[in-house]
């Protein structure tokens, strides 16, 4: 029929960095979809910045195929911001829940997420480009308070969908939104020096479970070991934190 979609593709425009731009490229990667990076050089984007709708990025561009042949269809979709991005690609590909309560609690856990997420980015992100007395006195608050809070949280969450389950998630019997957001933010967390002693696998347990379950994942396993994610590794230590003393991406690569 000319209305039923047939084949899509997607091409994410963003830095090649991590970022705001490693959720959803986990999520292109793990449903097995037809996707590619276009990249968007640092050297250019003072100009380039004009010619998207919001001066930033990233920027999904999305072509839905409709029908066969002389009834053959193409619709394409361009679409910003970061939170937008993910959420689209996840009730595409079904990683919202398949009820509405989960829907709810996978929401609920990603808000979790989304709020040590600002922390990092708003605050201590920042403060390491700030002297070492502001740079330490932030990043203690964070290990010690934030971070602490957000594990027990998270490791709270997970012993509850484990007794109730059985598997590794945060939410339900498969993997949702708020899983890959939450282990790719432990990527950038553990390449923190300091933070191997508030973060391991003693300490947090479901969550190493949970992030071996999403690095291993068929697609992203493969892409986590690309030459393209590796340079966002290193490229993410020297725009992202180039001041954060000792961070290094390489302790995020437990289960290569």
């Given at each position: 029929?000319?209305?039923?979609m047939?084949?899509?593709?997607y ?10 731009g ?6 292109l ?16 984007w ?16 999305v072509?839905d ?15 910003p911001?970061?939170?937008?991005i ?37 605050r ?18 964070f290990?010690e ?22 598997g ?7 993997i ?5 957001k939450?282990t790719?933010l432990?990527?950038?967390f ?20 949970l ?8 697609g ?13 590794d290193e ?6 934190v180039p ?5 290094d ?8």
């Amino acid at each position: 029929m000319a209305n039923e979609m047939t084949q899509s593709t997607y091409e994410l425009h963003y830095f090649p960095i991590h970022a705001l731009g490693a959720t959803s490229r986990a999520i292109l990667s793990i449903a097995g979809a037809d996707w590619k990076d276009r990249i968007q050089p640092f050297e250019t984007w003072k100009t380039d910045k004009a010619l998207t709708p919001f001066g930033s990025l990233p920027i999904l561009t999305v072509h839905d195929i409709y029908g066969n042949g002389e009834n053959e269809k193409t619709t394409t979709k361009r679409i910003p911001e970061a939170d937008v991005i993910e959420r689209f690609l996840s009730k595409r590909f079904g990683l919202l829940g398949s009820t509405a309560d989960e829907e709810l609690e996978i929401c609920i856990a990603l808000s979790q997420t989304i709020t040590i997420h600002n922390v990092w980015v708003f605050r201590v992100v920042p403060a390491s480009a700030m002297g070492s007395e502001v740079r330490e006195k932030v990043l203690k608050s964070f290990l010690e308070v934030t971070l602490q809070n957000w594990i027990l949280n998270c490791e709270k969450q997970l012993r509850v969908n484990t007794n109730i389950n059985k598997g590794p998630y945060l939410v339900g019997e498969k993997i949702s939104l708020a899983d890959i957001k939450t282990t790719v933010l432990m990527d950038m967390f553990l390449g923190v020096p300091e933070v191997e002693t508030y973060l391991n696998e003693q300490v947090a347990p479901g969550l190493w479970r949970l992030k071996e379950a999403i690095d291993t994942a068929p697609g992203y396993k493969e892409y986590r070991r690309s030459d393209a994610f590796l340079e966002q590794d290193e490229m993410t230590t020297k725009k992202v934190v180039p001041q954060l003393e000792g961070f290094d991406l390489s302790r995020s690569h437990l289960f290569a």
